[in-house]
């Protein structure tokens, strides 16, 4: 076979999530110098074979010497962000990146479907990065995600003997360099939270994406990705009553339980908020 032809295929080629395992990921993402490459590669996603030729082999607009560099790029980009749990969860993803969204909005995105494709990713946002942050912590140290994973790797069976000492280290530094370039951390040396502010647009594509992956939940705020939408707890339920004043969402909400419904579809909700 070609071997253009088959880099072009990695990320041409439709991916419904299987098995959700844990893997090294991060270090690919995070090795990554520019992420608008990434914006880039999941709008040519949605163009098809042609575009995504042009741009990568005949161009060579992503700048990649060698094939085998893009070959890498293409099953990093292809694992960590066009990996989809279901059709509606593809539709939301490949059309929201058709249409202008602030660069903000676009970086959250990121950092939501990365959680999404990849467990240790999720994992170590869920319980390092997401908790430091709403603790009211100023810094986050490489060392916090080290004793994580060491614990993790402690506890959990499959893990054992898949990472190395040297892995481990390199995770959460790369962990580290994907938050910066996502502008959720700052600085070089000494990384520290930066106050996120989660937009309107921002949160309904956050729900619509949790109701792609679990149309069927009844209870928002039982859902485990839940405290990624780096949105309070306490004042979750107020931001999508909001939101539902404005026919955004559907939401009912009895003082316990958050129920949501989504008025628009995933390939459609975009139109709804940039056009």
Do not use: C
């Not at 690919?28 to 520019?34: A, E, H, M, T």
């Not at 040297?166 to 360099?177: D, E, F, G, Q, V």
Request: glycine content about 6%; overall charge positive.
């Amino acid at each position: 076979m070609n071997s253009k032809k088959g880099i072009i295929n990695i990320i041409y080629r439709r991916v419904i999530v299987g098995v959700y395992t844990y893997n090294s990921d991060i270090n690919v993402i995070g090795g990554i110098p520019d992420y608008q490459l990434i914006f880039k590669a999941i709008e040519l996603y949605t163009s098809g074979k042609d575009a995504m030729n042009d741009a990568l082999i005949k161009r060579n607009e992503f700048g990649f010497k060698t094939e085998s560099a893009r070959g890498r790029f293409m099953r990093a980009i292809t694992s960590a962000f066009l990996n989809f749990q279901n059709r509606e969860h593809e539709a939301l993803i490949t059309s929201l990146f058709m249409h202008s969204m602030s660069l903000e909005t676009k970086q959250l995105i990121l950092f939501w479907q990365f959680s999404l494709s990849n467990r240790l990713f999720f994992e170590i946002s869920r319980d390092v990065f997401v908790k430091n942050y709403f603790s009211g912590r100023v810094s986050f140290p490489k060392e916090d995600i080290v004793a994580y994973m060491k614990d993790l790797i402690a506890n959990t069976p499959e893990l054992k003997d898949k990472f190395a000492e040297k892995t481990i280290s390199t995770i959460a530094s790369k962990y580290l360099t994907v938050l910066k370039k996502l502008d959720l951390v700052e600085g070089r040396q000494k990384k520290t939270f930066k106050h996120i502010q989660v937009s309107n647009d921002a949160l309904v594509i956050f729900l619509h994406l949790l109701k792609a992956i679990d149309p069927s939940g009844s209870d928002m705020l039982k859902n485990k990705y839940l405290s990624l939408s780096m949105v309070p707890l306490d004042s979750f339920a107020e931001r999508v009553k909001q939101l539902a004043k404005k026919d955004l969402i559907n939401m009912s909400f009895n003082g316990v339980a958050l129920k949501i419904e989504t008025i628009h579809t995933g390939k459609g909700i975009g139109s709804v908020l940039f056009d």
